[in-house]
């Protein structure tokens, strides 16, 4: 079945650093990777997501980049602001055919972004 | 509301006790997920429904759980014979395509 390894768990930056988290899964048949933020206390929102066949995707401060022959991708995050503070997942899917599937989550990386 | 609702929002209950989760899905939304979070932790999947499919159960932790959705819409997640264990909070969410929306848990306590 689909694993989904994500690193790091913690990370601490200072406003205006960027941030890096990294993800490793491990069927090769995954091709849609979303990354989704929990702030304290509520649900987790989709943030960006990226498709197998597209190697990086940019939305202003956030990007994306998916290597599918090392089966790895990574969240970064330039000039990290506070209200960036939160818990990100990263997660694999299978596509069926209905563009659904089941949907698996890496364990999250919790960021602090200090003013 | 246009959103997923999830009932109730908290349970306390005793060990070995039954309890029932809801779940309200996004109308119209084919796909429904249930996942558990314990404090601090991931997002541990547990069931996926596909509109009519046979139902992807690979991630129940035991028996003791189970889930069914009517009608293609409502879910229950039931889980029988409660343990201290079970205490998380268990969130679903339901997709039409790509984007997961979730709701806002159940937080269960097994005292």
């Known amino acids: 079945g689909e694993n989904v390894e994500q690193h790091p768990s913690t990370l601490s930056v200072q406003e205006g650093d960027s941030a890096v988290i990294k993800c490793t899964y491990s069927?090769?048949?995954?091709?849609?990777f979303p990354w989704y933020k929990q702030e304290l206390g509520k649900r987790p929102q989709l943030i960006i997501d990226i498709r197998s066949n597209v190697g990086e995707k940019k939305d202003q401060r956030i990007a994306v980049t998916l290597n599918k022959t090392a089966k790895h991708f990574s969240l970064h995050i330039t000039e990290t602001q506070p209200e960036d503070s939160a818990v990100y997942f990263c997660a694999a899917r299978l596509h069926g055919s209905s563009n659904t599937g089941k949907l698996i989550f890496g364990q999250g990386t919790t960021l602090q972004v200090k003013p | 509301g246009a959103g997923v609702s999830q009932s109730p929002s908290n349970k306390v209950t005793e060990k070995g006790k039954d309890v029932e989760l809801r779940c309200d899905p996004i109308?119209?939304?084919?796909?429904l997920y249930w996942y558990r979070q314990s404090l601090g932790q991931g997002l541990e999947f547990l069931i996926y429904f596909q509109g009519n499919s046979a139902p992807d159960k690979s991630g129940l932790p035991s028996d003791r759980f189970s889930a069914e959705r009517t009608g293609g819409s409502v879910s229950t997640l039931t889980i029988q014979r409660t343990q201290q264990e079970d205490s998380a909070v268990y969130l679903c969410a339901s997709s039409l395509v790509g984007e997961l929306f979730f709701g806002e848990g159940s937080r269960l306590t097994v005292l």
């Open positions: 109308s119209g939304h084919t796909a």
């Open positions: 069927d090769s048949a995954s091709n849609y």
